[in-house]
């Protein structure tokens, strides 16, 4: 069987008119998977929604700031203020 997903739905549906049972039956599993993505488009369970990127990025870009960025300011300025 060739990889399907990126066919459209009538030519799966000519290549499992076409298929052996055995692969008749792969076919009939990636057009009951479209048919369910063209009913509820997003899985919770896989895949992760657009604002819950949008906050993870924020969180993990003030963490770096406050855990990288703002030590190794503060010892630079420790540094050039202590230097005589």
Known sequence: MEDVTSLIDVEVENLMKQASDI??????DEIRKRQVLRTLPFDA????????????????TQLWVICVVLPVVAALLYVALTMK
């Open 23 to 28: 692969d008749r039956k792969d076919y009939e």
């Open 45 to 60: 369970r896989n895949e992760v929604s657009a604002d819950a990127r949008f906050i993870v990025k924020k969180i993990t």
